[in-house]
């Protein structure tokens, strides 16, 4: 079956534009999570969402950036006015059930990211 | 504040051998850690977890050790083979309120080179 994918897979954009970046599940998957991952780190937890419920947000920068999952299914990330210090791979990965101790991390599956590079 | 470290960029291994990738970190509420593998160009894929109520898991040619009083995780590949070439990293997760396991904190990853 169809893995978790993601759209663009490379977006390049001038400082100040907005931005929007899609992530489609694997389908039946309930949780959703997005991750920045800067060159040479690894992925930086930004926020998850079960069904369409946001659960955790701590890890989004600040205000510009955002994201929603209005049907429990496809989940965009959006970044506005755009800095250059956005630039970096921002993935998505999903599971299919929601997170509990000792289950859910072994089902996180990732997407293969998007490039992001803020001129 | 890197609340989870791998402090070896990259480990280099001859096919056959024993490769240890070492991870440790400073979060005494972390109670659950996991260990992604990642090929170039591909999102990292989940290879193996531990509960903090163990010191050990396996799982064929992969082991995981725990050793909470020094915050220090491990996973042994053996023997080793060239298609284990691969970027290596260690998470963790805690639990707080019930909510927050979704929240995986991972380290910076190593390069794992398997010669034949």
């Known amino acids: 079956g169809a893995g978790v994918s993601q759209s663009p897979r490379y977006k390049v954009t001038k400082r100040g534009q907005d931005v929007a970046l899609r992530c489609d599940p694997i389908?039946?998957?309930?949780?959703l999570y997005w991750y920045r991952q800067a060159l040479g780190q690894g992925p930086e937890f930004l926020t998850y969402?079960?069904?369409?419920?946001?659960?955790?947000k701590s890890g989004l920068p600040n205000d510009r950036f955002s994201a929603e999952r209005p049907e429990g299914s496809i989940s965009t990330l959006t970044i506005q006015r755009t800095e250059q210090r956005d630039s970096a791979m921002y993935r998505c990965?999903?599971?299919?059930?929601?997170?509990?101790?000792?289950?859910?991390?072994?089902?996180?599956?990732f997407g293969p990211g998007t490039r992001l590079t803020v001129l | 504040d890197q609340q989870v470290k791998q402090n070896s960029p990259s480990l280099s291994v001859q096919e056959g051998r024993i490769s240890i990738l070492n991870c440790d970190y400073t979060?005494?509420?972390?109670?659950?850690f996991l260990w992604y593998k990642k090929y170039p160009a591909e999102g990292p894929t989940f290879l193996i977890s531990?509960?903090?109520?163990?010191d050990k898991n396996e799982d064929g040619r992969f082991t995981v050790f725990l050793n909470k009083s020094a915050k220090h995780l491990s996973l042994h590949i053996v023997p080793s083979q060239p298609g284990d070439s691969a970027v290596y990293f260690c998470a963790a997760s805690a639990h707080a309120g019930g909510t927050s396991y979704g929240k995986l904190t991972f380290g910076q990853g190593t390069i794992l080179t398997v010669h034949p």
């Open positions: 531990i509960s903090s109520i163990k």
């Open positions: 979060n005494s509420m972390f109670d659950y």
């Open positions: 990965a999903s599971s299919l059930a929601t997170p509990i101790y000792g289950r859910a991390h072994n089902e996180q599956f």
């Open positions: 389908s039946g998957h309930v949780s």
């Open positions: 969402f079960n069904y369409e419920a946001q659960q955790d």
